[in-house]
């Protein structure tokens, strides 16, 4: 892997390098498929270059991948769908009887106390 131990700790640098392994090619090979020449891939891997924003999205495109799966390769990021913002819960309390009518009054009110023992 053509990476220094300063650009080693930046994510997307590490995972450039481990798509770039993970599909066999050499740093030249990766390089040509992403644009680059072999000198500025080899200044982003040391660290001596800064990665743009617009490169990133330019390296995506050429990897045929979104941003968001070069940042957390080797996983793909799947967006979560079923997501519910209501919250449902259920409350299970035993009381003995002489508290049972007490609590029910105190939740429920009187007018409505009387629905539930219909």
């Known amino acids: 892997m053509g990476i220094n131990k300063k650009a080693e700790h930046h994510p997307i640098i590490v995972n450039l390098c481990k798509i770039m392994n993970d599909r066999r090619m050499g740093q030249n090979e990766f390089a040509s498929l992403l644009g680059f020449s ?43 769908e079923n997501v519910n913002s209501e919250v449902k819960a259920q409350l299970t309390v035993e009381l003995s009887e002489n508290l049972k009518e007490d609590v029910l009054k105190l939740v429920f009110g009187n007018s409505n106390l009387e629905l539930f023992y219909k």
């Open 38 to 80: 072999d000198s500025k891939l080899s200044k982003i891997f040391a660290g001596k270059q800064k990665l743009h924003i617009e490169d990133f999205s330019k390296i995506a495109i050429k990897l045929k991948m979104r941003e968001i799966d070069i940042i957390t390769y080797p996983k793909i990021f799947r967006e979560n």
